[in-house]
C-alpha cells in the first residue's frame, strides 16, 4: 500500500482529491475513484503510465483493487 501512496501520479492525485472535494457521498466517491484503481492500478505492477496504457484491464468490482483503493485513499487523504 505504502508503494502505491508513495508512487501515485501527480495528475491522479489530484483528480481523486477533485473527486473528494466536489463529492459529499461516500458511495458515488468510492465508485470513481474504484474506476481510477480499476484503470490505472495492477498489484505487481503500480501505477500505469501513458506507455503502458494498453496493459489496462476493463476489470470492475476487483475486489482487490477495491481494498487497496479505500487503504490508499485512506492514507492519501490523512496527509
Same mark, same amino acid.
Given at each position: 500500500? #505504502?508503494? $502505491?501512496?508513495? /508512487?501515485?501520479?501527480? $495528475?491522479?492525485? /489530484? &483528480? ?12 458515488? *466517491? /468510492?465508485?470513481?475513484? +474504484? !474506476?481510477? @484503481? @480499476?484503470?490505472? !492500478?495492477? !498489484?505487481? +505492477?503500480?501505477?500505469?503510465? #501513458?506507455?503502458?496504457?494498453? $496493459? *489496462?484491464?476493463?476489470?470492475?468490482? /476487483?475486489?482487490?483493487? &477495491?481494498?487497496? *483503493?479505500? $487503504? ?8
Amino acid at each position: 500500500m #505504502d508503494r $502505491a501512496v508513495a /508512487d501515485i501520479p501527480a $495528475a491522479i492525485r /489530484d &483528480q481523486i482529491h477533485a473527486i473528494y472535494a466536489e463529492h459529499s457521498d461516500r458511495s458515488v *466517491r /468510492d465508485y470513481l475513484v +474504484d !474506476w481510477i @484503481f @480499476f484503470e490505472a !492500478w495492477r !498489484w505487481g +505492477d503500480g501505477w500505469m503510465t #501513458d506507455e503502458r496504457s494498453g $496493459a *489496462r484491464l476493463g476489470v470492475f468490482h /476487483d475486489h482487490l483493487a &477495491q481494498t487497496v *483503493r479505500a $487503504a490508499v485513499v485512506e492514507r492519501m487523504i490523512a496527509t
